[in-house]
């Protein structure tokens, strides 16, 4: 089992940066692929980005490449998403995800879920 607890979250002006944590329990953390979701009001949830277990491979959903990065430290069971330049459609919750690592890069497998951090971008 793992639990994973986001943190970060905020509300910001549009052209901000704000950074997100994803702390997980358990010491099978590098054996997943780690990924951020997002879901805004009224929508569903989409894939923002991905990391591999050894941090080396990362992706993007079009809608946030060149702007947020995705980073993991295996040692402190923790994975991080640097927004920059956020934009009013930014805004959502977001969602830490853990899944195998066969998942595809997308993560369309996905075995644990975070609880969320809201992110409100105003213009």
């Known amino acids: 089992q793992v639990q994973l607890v986001e943190s970060g979250g905020g509300l910001v002006q549009a052209g901000d940066s704000l950074r997100l944590s994803c702390a997980a329990s358990?010491?099978?953390?590098?054996?997943?692929?780690m990924g951020w979701f997002r879901q805004a009001p009224g929508k569903e949830r989409e894939f923002a980005s991905s990391?591999?277990?050894?941090?080396?491979?990362?992706y993007y959903a079009d809608s946030v490449k060149g702007r947020f990065a995705i980073s993991r430290d295996n040692d402190k069971n923790t994975v991080y998403l640097q927004m920059d330049g956020l934009k009013p459609e930014d805004t959502a919750v977001y969602y830490c995800?853990?899944?195998?690592?066969?998942?595809?890069?997308?993560?369309?497998?996905?075995?644990?879920w975070g609880q969320g951090t809201q992110v409100t971008v105003s213009s």
């Open positions: 358990g010491r099978t953390f590098r054996n997943y692929r």
């Open positions: 995800a853990a899944g195998p690592q066969t998942t595809r890069a997308t993560m369309n497998l996905v075995n644990y």
């Open positions: 990391i591999d277990w050894s941090g080396m491979y990362r």
